[in-house]
């Protein structure tokens, strides 16, 4: 930990990195590039930003030994029978993806990372404390962001503001857009003239605006740190309106390595006309690029770009990687940022074109245009002027917007991938295990389905040289749901050869954890809609997702009962790769474990079996087709995504908005 001279020069640091409002502003460029290339894989030199390798460096060297010495060591959580000394030597490297799916999802990563914080005095695993990377899209980019930016507070004083610093915590029982209730026209009118204060102020420094802008605003009182419940219809407080995404990189437990590094997932399309021509209920094709934002780059491992650009010069229009103005600062508003994640109003051009939506759209427009928007802004997505504007990548790719003038930045589900994995199999980040916690709502009860492991599974296929394998999964939604892969944690890609390790034949296992209604303790499908909940919701919800991520897969003869082996099993599954890497045999004890969770095409019929035994063959709400092919091979994948989804959550909250007009 930090003395307590230190933690003041963090804390005077902290403040020096807000902006003074939401506007970004004007600098000098600087003599550096602006562009940094991530190699190509292909050519073997995939490589991580300096800033970043060098945070990952000092974390894996100074700070995860030891822990990861402790959680083997540790009888509390079962004995691998390994030797802890050998496993740390193999390094092991974990990371944690939570999902989208609006408040649900925010909440249910968020019970979910209580029960992984080795804090409480009871987890499945302290893997909070040891993972390397904590990615979230959408709705659980709120969860990373104010995890990040409140210094890893402890979850139940963050989200509740109980014994906490901060006063009301994420305050949801005040509705993000309308928190004093649809009658309470003053306070709402106060509240509405601060956002649209704060984005006219971008828009007349020359910015192009939206409503991201607005929704990024609305989401910072609930999931930054300074909106109390007495100022919170304040016109006079700041509401951080300054706040950056890379204000990060000076809290103390980032300071102090202690913090997995943070990324929000998004994803593009090219323009306005950019239209799916399949069946599919996604908006955007798997082909745009994806993009990540981190405490200091914006950009993408794709091969359609593999290059960022710093954070601090986020903005920055520029051509072939030279300015073409001044360059800028403060565009990386830690409010735009979750916005942009959780962008997904351009899914209304795709579902609603009749006369139910128009007149909501109707308002939602005139309120974005009220604001005097620059020419060139494009109002139902995160507008950013284009960086890679010209940009010819390394791979032999070339980068499908590098001709627009915006870089139209959308919901990082819209391709259909709502758990932000492919961050986390860039081949550079080299991860061995990665937590992937799904609270998508792919089912007509507002449950996960495997939906978007799917589709991750196609889309590491078309560039496929830049990311480590996908391990193989069921073909498609139905076969989860059939082989009860829906109502308990699972892990896929646990056996691969030694002789593949360290290449592209390698791959992470996926610890799956899908929402489901199948052990649940309480009430975690809440509609993608909700944009509220009381105080007692969101503690049974916190309760429900904590207790769920501890209780692993039952035995159905006793189907209340926690697995007592589950932290044992999940302790096993997160070091394989590393005992591997060492050259230690699996114990007996971890190979029943990997028994019991983990998932192979050989076993699926027998799966199947059980589960119809079981009672438990339910029809996949929406889930639909896909081929009969291997699992591996990328033109048999199906890409069958829910009815609904991301356009009906568009249709919810644009019904919000239209009550700023």
Not at 116 to 123: F, I, Y
Not at 246 to 267: D, E, K, N, V
Not at 495 to 502: F, V
Not at 558 to 579: F, I, S
Request: aromatic letters at 10%; one cysteine or more; a negative charge.
């Amino acid at each position: 930990m930090l003395q307590s001279a230190a933690l003041v020069v963090a804390a005077a640091a902290l403040a020096a990195a807000q902006a003074p409002s939401y506007a970004p502003i004007r600098v000098d460029c600087p003599s550096a590039a602006l562009i940094g290339r991530l190699g190509d894989p292909t050519r073997g030199n995939q490589t991580l930003p300096p800033d970043e390798q060098q945070y990952i460096d000092n974390r894996r060297n100074n700070v995860l030994p030891d822990l990861w010495q402790q959680y083997l060591n540790d009888n509390a959580t079962g004995s691998t029978g390994y030797s802890a000394s050998e496993i740390v030597g193999g390094q092991p490297n974990l990371g944690i993806a939570i999902s989208g799916g609006g408040l649900r999802a925010s909440l249910y990563g968020a019970g979910t990372l209580s029960a992984l914080d080795g804090r409480n005095s009871s987890t499945a695993g302290p893997l909070l404390q040891l993972a390397s990377y904590l990615a979230g899209l959408s709705g659980g980019s709120w969860t990373v962001t104010s995890v990040a930016l409140n210094d890893l507070e402890p979850i139940y004083s963050l989200v509740t503001g109980a014994n906490s610093s901060r006063t009301g915590g994420w305050q949801l029982d005040r509705d993000i857009l309308a928190p004093s209730g649809l009658l309470g026209f003053s306070d709402n009118g106060n509240y509405y003239d601060s956002l649209e204060e704060d984005v006219r102020a971008k828009a007349a420094a020359g910015f192009p605006i939206s409503i991201t802008d607005l929704w990024g605003r609305a989401l910072a009182y609930h999931f930054l740190n300074g909106t109390t419940e007495d100022n919170f219809f304040s016109t006079d407080a700041a509401h951080d309106q300054g706040t950056l995404f890379s204000s990060i990189r000076y809290t103390t437990s980032f300071q102090s390595g202690q913090m997995p590094y943070p990324i929000l997932a998004t994803t593009s399309r090219i323009n306005e006309n950019q239209q799916l021509t399949n069946d599919s209920t996604s908006v955007i094709p798997l082909e745009n690029t994806g993009f990540e934002i981190s405490p200091f780059t914006f950009g993408s491992f794709e091969a359609t770009l593999a290059a960022y650009i710093p954070l601090e010069y986020l903005g920055t229009q520029l051509s072939n990687g030279q300015p073409t103005n001044r360059c800028v600062n403060y565009f990386d508003n830690a409010g735009f940022a979750m916005g942009s994640s959780a962008s997904l109003f351009n899914a209304v051009q795709e579902g609603f074109v009749g006369a139910t939506f128009s007149s909501l759209l109707s308002n939602l427009l005139q309120a974005v245009t009220d604001l005097d928007p620059p020419e060139g802004s494009v109002a139902l997505v995160a507008n950013y002027p284009n960086s890679f504007g010209n940009f010819t990548p390394d791979t032999g790719y070339s980068f499908e917007s590098a001709g627009e003038q915006i870089l139209q930045v959308t919901d990082g589900g819209e391709d259909g991938q709502n758990v932000p994995l492919m961050p986390l199999l860039a081949k550079a980040r080299a991860l061995d295990a990665i937590f992937a916690v799904d609270g998508s709502a792919d089912t007509s009860e507002t449950y996960a389905n495997g939906t978007s492991l799917v589709a991750t599974a196609q889309k590491v296929e078309l560039h496929a040289h830049n990311y480590t394998r996908f391990p193989d999964i069921p073909h498609n939604q139905q076969e989860f749901v059939d082989q009860g892969l829906t109502t308990r944690p699972t892990f896929f890609g646990c056996n691969i050869s030694d002789a593949n390790m360290g290449n592209y034949s390698n791959y992470p296992i996926i610890i799956y954890h899908p929402n489901s209604a199948g052990a649940n303790p309480g009430a975690t499908n809440y509609s993608t809609f909700k944009l509220s909940y009381e105080d007692s919701e969101t503690i049974s919800f916190l309760d429900a997702a904590n207790l769920y991520a501890k209780r692993g897969y039952p035995d159905p003869s006793t189907p209340t009962q926690p697995d007592e082996q589950w932290p044992l099993c999940l302790k096993c599954a997160v070091v394989d790769r590393a005992r591997q890497r060492a050259g230690v045999a699996r114990t007996d004890a971890c190979q029943a474990c990997l028994n019991r969770y983990c998932w192979s095409p050989e076993i699926a019929d027998q799966l199947v079996n059980a589960t119809q035994t079981a009672g438990n063959n339910t029809p996949a709400s929406g889930g639909g087709g896909g081929g009969g092919a291997s699992p591996s091979s990328g033109a048999a994948r199906a890409l069958a995504l829910p009815a609904g989804g991301v356009v009906a959550a568009a249709a919810a909250v644009l019904g919000g908005f239209a009550l700023l007009a």
